[in-house]
């Protein structure tokens, strides 16, 4: 389970299962466990306005720097 957090105000956004390795380019929907986001259209924002990426059909398109990952 990762914890992904807004890379400005460190507010947490998604709590997600990832399972392969490597960057986190996009969330599936289907694997995000708790949505703390605030959506505004296909915009995916944290509670603060910093956006942090679209949502595209099944996942959210993840804006690289917008945020931090932690957990496994």
């Known amino acids: 389970m990762m914890v992904i957090k807004c890379a ?12 392969s390795k490597g960057r986190l380019w996009h969330c599936w929907d289907n694997r995000i466990m708790k949505d703390y986001s605030v959506r ?24 690289q720097g917008a945020f931090t990952c932690s957990g496994s």
């Open 40 to 63: 505004d259209g296909a915009e995916v924002k944290c509670q603060c306005g910093n956006l942090i990426g679209n949502h595209e059909g099944e996942w959210v398109k993840m804006k």
């Open 8 to 19: 400005e105000c460190e507010a947490k956004v998604f709590r997600y299962v990832k399972i």
